[in-house]
């Protein structure tokens, strides 16, 4: 399974409230089964 790492930044232009729900998608798709591939989230700030 391959992994995925990546960083999200809150204030870097696109608002606080928009950060939170970028990972939902990715995870959503790697959570569905057909998928061979996951995702790892570091939050900073």
Do not use: R
Request: some cysteine; hydrophobic content about 40%.
């Amino acid at each position: 399974m391959k992994t995925h790492n990546i960083a999200s930044i809150p204030g870097d232009g696109i608002g606080k409230a928009v950060i939170p729900a970028g990972p939902k998608a990715p995870e959503t798709l790697a959570q569905c089964g057909a998928a061979d591939f996951q995702f790892n989230f570091e939050y900073f700030g």
